[in-house]
């Protein structure tokens, strides 16, 4: 029986330690930018992708510590989008994590230089050899960390969803948005976890599609939170997607039809994984407690 | 004898031709984003830091089409600093090389989008085969454009930048925001170079000095142009550092004095190149063109 709380914690742990020590320490004359990177980072946040990472390397015995290296260069990247996502000249949230964005913590300028930085410092952290001793598999990491986070991945997402606001669209563009503003993260964090072993084509495949449903799951049970929950759990800001007039699902699809889509897409994730025995049960019971979660 | 300016213009050339083919094509629904790199990094540009890696690598017979991807991936993030640096939330800029910022022409969220994709890009450009057969030199690569593009660079040094406006500063302080603000791309560019060949350690050391002599000769003209020069000719704002009590060049040491330094540097810097022989004529050539240069 998995104990998904523990794990996540524990994930969390390893993956806090590793960021700790990544990241440059405050002492040098550009201290305001790196206590901005670290505040950001170090702020906590539920580590999904980070976890990711791990639960995918964790099926093909690939070594803890290259493992926690990828994940923290995903939570860098995850980072990064966020600090920018959060500036007034975009989203303009002043929470995040539970405490101030960054841009409120320090100032915009500071925000704007903290997400280049973090930005810069995953693929510093992917190119070194702790990361895996191969450097063609190096370069393959760094390749896909690159192409999700860009234009067909994240930043094209980011940049769709803000010219959504008040604007018409259909389910085919939210999910679409989607598919690229965080499905294309999280399929990365699994793949990474993949290509640092030798996974075949088949479980590949497996954690492609296990991937795809959890990142919408994710994003379904993200908007209707929005809807409904409260602040105070949830750590951000709440009703500021309907205060825009973005596209939701459950503003497309209603509450209830998009909570019954979540539990399908939740379905069919874990059936996705049979191809790779029990040994994914860890995956089975994240996607069980994405659509299960209040915050 | 060099003819530095045709040397200019064919480098330019093969670097806007590489650039024009990694850029993203704006048909896909992310079209605003990619259209904003694309406005930002083709509007042209004197192309000093590619034109670097490529005079570079030529001492060491590097493959043109190795050096061209290392010149482009150094363009793209020296590309992404000035769309961010002009936000108004950075320096406030409208202009740059000689037409509306990023931000003007299209909306700040899309500039900082925009910068963000190119910064990403420039990983992507260097992880892939084509920019050099061997993975372990592309990581290298990438551990040096991060270095020198992250806080102990770039990015460290426009956070000091930003701080010095209306502070008490010394020359230490602002030499040593130089160094990093715009002196680590310089020296990146040349070692992007010789790193795709097996520069030894005396011709790589001589490569640094003149990077650092280059790099500093560089910023006391452009402190000196914003004193003197004319928009119309350089093709940005001018007198904007002094407007915003910015330590600079000639507020510490006046006109004259900078100039002399300027000049001096510009005679070190070629003597730092004696260990290359003749073949390094046009990096002795550049370095008089940028501190000749009135734009």
């Not at 996540?8 to 993956?15: D, I, S």
């Amino acid at each position: 029986m998995i104990d998904l709380k523990r794990e996540l914690r524990e994930t969390e742990a390893a993956v806090n330690e590793t960021l700790e020590r990544l990241l440059p320490r405050p002492e040098g004359l550009e201290g305001r930018v790196v206590e901005a990177m670290r505040y950001a980072t170090l702020a906590g946040g539920k580590r999904l992708r980070p976890f990711l990472v791990v639960a995918s390397a964790r099926l093909f015995d690939v070594p803890e510590l290259a493992a926690l290296r990828c994940a923290a260069a995903v939570e860098m990247v995850h980072t990064y989008s966020l600090v920018h996502d959060d500036l007034p000249a975009m989203d303009d949230d002043d929470v995040r994590r539970g405490q101030p964005t960054c841009h409120v913590e320090f100032d915009d300028a500071t925000a704007i230089l903290a997400g280049d930085a973090l930005l810069t410092l995953a693929f510093e952290t992917l190119s070194a050899p702790a990361t895996h001793r191969d450097p063609a598999v190096r370069c393959e990491l760094i390749r896909g960390l690159a192409v999700a986070g860009g234009p067909a991945g994240m930043v094209g997402g980011q940049t769709d969803d803000l010219a959504s606001e008040f604007a018409e669209g259909d389910l085919d563009n939210l999910e679409s948005i989607h598919r690229r503003k965080t499905g294309a993260m999280f399929l990365v964090a699994l793949r990474l976890g993949a290509s640092t072993a030798a996974a075949d084509a088949q479980q590949q495949a497996a954690l492609e599609q296990y991937g795809e449903k959890l990142g919408l799951a994710f994003q379904i049970i993200d908007d209707l939170l929005d809807v409904s929950g409260h602040q105070a759990e949830i750590g951000k800001r709440v009703k500021k997607d309907t205060d825009r007039g973005k596209l939701t699902f459950p503003g497309l699809l209603g509450v209830e039809e998009s909570r019954r889509r979540a539990v399908l897409l939740c379905d069919d994730a874990c059936k996705a994984l049979a191809p790779l025995g029990s040994r994914a049960s860890s995956l089975e019971a994240l996607v069980r407690y994405v659509v299960e979660r209040n915050h």
